[in-house]
């Protein structure tokens, strides 16, 4: 891999990015709203059922699921992007290598997160007095580890957009929303009935969640739902990078001009 | 002199409940500063040979060699040496020119200050120099043509693949970019294979050209040649006397001919116009104008486009 041009790839969608609001409005309007529209609910909920911890169970599982989110999301627009601009046959028909043009996309992707992160997590403590970090070091690999998976789902929808294109686009924000019900993000993983409960203990995400309303509730770290997240998480991740490399190769021999 | 770009029996398929052949066992090389024209009529695998030489369409069978190496195995750092411009593609609107150059040059390794140094002189040369900070939504078609050629040209490339990079020019702008390659060409030494519809500038700029039709190759010649290989040269006389005579002495050669009002259009060899004129001054046919047309390429092109 050639580092010089994963900055090429990193440039490319970070010049996109600075270009103004409607660019911006996914790292801080989105969760802006979303951190209004839950904490206000959470905050009324809890006047009414007592429940002291309620607002910052809820809370960090938004943040937290904002992680997976935007992981996937950048992966996929990322892709999007090139479709939308006519661009897909310049971008690689250069030296530039599938796995570069991941490794820039990824690059950019912990950058906004970082960003999105930070000012959630920020509004969250201005506006209802909660710190998301109460969770202490848990945090960062909880982070890294919902973080992957993201980019998983990422690459999951981005195999399908790359050989279906323009046709299944909106598969780039269904996809996070078809994992989160069974990811147990706001609600324990007991609740759901028993067939989802099997989908659900498939998931690393469902680790992640469960464990961090074990160190709310407990403050102790569960380090063995955290090992078999990352290594649902490591197992995902590689058969996802291997079908969008699958699928990319599938959509080349029908030709990448036909996406544009 | 090795080529620099070697294809051999190369053949795409496209897949499917009916399998479509959309080019069959094409062999060409590309020689140091050649400039090949690719040409035929629309769905003749101009554009399908020209996405798999830039790997961005697999082939089903035979091979691409560029610099001696195998295309697919060496495919990044084949494509460090090979350039692309076409009309048909388009660049992120919402980045200016310099951001998208920036990106570009970054693909080819190289630095910012390389990128600036070597895209003045052609953003100038292409008089787009001042709308370096302008978003690509903010260009003409022109300028945006023109900048895929600054694109295709600052990497410093040996071998430039163009597919119709004058179509949405104006003519004296297309002239000068014909002009463009053909210095480059004598300064640089670079290769270029180039598909067009303008035959005139085929003519003008091309080497050598490659005639496909159905995904074949049907010639493989100068354009000079290629031209006079199909098309006789084209008598057009507009006749003040003796109409009937002309077309009288016309069939009586076996040449063929059109009137128009009173004008008469015949074609035939180059050598046969001097005792046709002759023959017309002995029947007491007078004329008040004369024009002589060459065969040109855009003859061979409607010749072969016409058979079926």
Redesign the interface.
């Known amino acids: 891999m050639n580092f010089r041009r994963i900055k090429g790839v990193f440039f490319r969608y970070y010049f996109v990015l600075k270009k103004g609001p409607q660019q911006l409005s996914d790292l801080f309007y989105w969760p802006l709203i979303d951190i209004l529209l839950w904490g206000l609910t959470s905050v009324w909920i809890q006047t009414q059922s007592n429940a002291s911890n309620f607002p910052l169970l809820l809370m960090t599982g938004l943040i937290f699921w904002q992680i997976t989110w935007r992981g996937s999301v950048d992966v996929s627009i990322s892709l999007l992007n090139e479709f939308w601009h006519r661009n897909l046959l310049n971008l690689f028909s250069t030296p530039l290598k599938l796995s570069e043009w991941a490794a820039g996309v990824i690059l950019l992707c912990l950058c906004k997160l970082v960003i999105t992160v930070l000012f959630g997590t920020l509004a969250v403590y201005i506006l209802y007095s909660l710190n998301i970090f109460q969770i202490g070091w848990a945090f960062l690999p909880f982070a890294a580890s919902l973080l992957i998976f993201g980019w998983t789902l990422g690459f999951l929808s981005s195999s399908a957009i790359i050989y279906w294109g323009h046709q299944i686009e909106a598969l780039a924000w269904m996809i996070g929303f078809l994992f989160a019900p069974f990811s147990a993000v706001f609600y324990p993983v007991s609740i759901l009935p028993a067939w989802a409960q099997a989908i659900a203990w498939c998931l690393p995400t469902t680790y992640i969640f469960e464990g961090m309303r074990h160190i709310l509730s407990n403050g102790t770290f569960p380090m063995q739902d955290f090992l078999i997240s990352i290594a649902l998480n490591i197992l995902y991740l590689f058969l996802s990078i291997a079908l969008f490399r699958t699928m990319f190769e599938k959509s080349r021999s029908k030709g990448l001009a036909r996406l544009e | 002199m090795s080529p620099v770009l070697s294809v051999r029996n190369l053949s795409k398929v496209?897949?499917g409940k009916k399998p479509f052949l959309a080019v069959g066992g094409i062999s060409f090389d590309l020689k140091p500063g050649e400039i090949l024209g690719l040409l035929g009529p629309n769905g003749s695998g101009k554009?399908?040979t020209i996405?798999m030489l830039?790997?961005?369409?697999?082939y089903t069978s035979g091979s691409i060699h560029y610099f001696g190496k195998e295309f697919p195995l060496h495919?990044?750092?084949i494509?460090?040496s090979v350039?692309?411009a076409?009309t048909y593609?388009?660049?992120?609107?919402?980045?200016t020119i310099e951001?998208n150059l920036?990106?570009?040059?970054?693909?080819?390794?190289?630095?910012k200050e390389e990128i600036q140094y070597k895209t003045n002189p052609l953003l100038e040369r292409f008089c787009i120099q001042d709308k370096k900070k302008e978003r690509i939504s903010a260009l003409s078609a022109g300028q945006v043509t023109r900048l895929m050629l600054v694109?295709a040209f600052f990497t410093d490339p040996k071998v430039v693949l163009l597919d119709e990079p004058t179509a949405s020019l104006d003519p004296d702008i297309a002239m000068d970019v014909c002009r463009f390659l053909l210095e480059q060409r004598d300064r640089t030494g670079l290769s270029i294979l180039f598909t067009s519809h303008k035959m005139e500038e085929v003519m003008e700029l091309c080497d050598r050209t490659i005639f496909l039709k159905r995904g074949k190759i049907i010639a493989d010649d100068v354009p000079e040649k290629l031209a006079r290989s199909v098309s006789t040269f084209r008598l057009r006389l507009n006749i003040a006397d003796g109409l009937k005579r002309t077309t009288i002495i016309a069939e009586q050669r076996g040449l063929a001919f059109q009137i128009e009002h009173r004008s008469i259009q015949l074609s035939l060899d180059e050598s046969e116009i001097p005792s046709f004129l002759n023959a017309l001054m002995q029947a007491g046919v007078t004329y008040t104008s004369i024009q002589i047309k060459e065969p040109s390429l855009e003859d061979y092109f409607l010749k072969i486009a016409e058979r079926s």
């Open positions: 496209y897949g554009t399908t996405q830039l790997g961005t369409l697999s495919r990044s750092e494509l460090q350039s692309f076409s593609t388009s660049l992120p609107y919402i980045l951001e920036e990106v570009f040059g970054r693909f080819y390794s190289m630095t694109k």
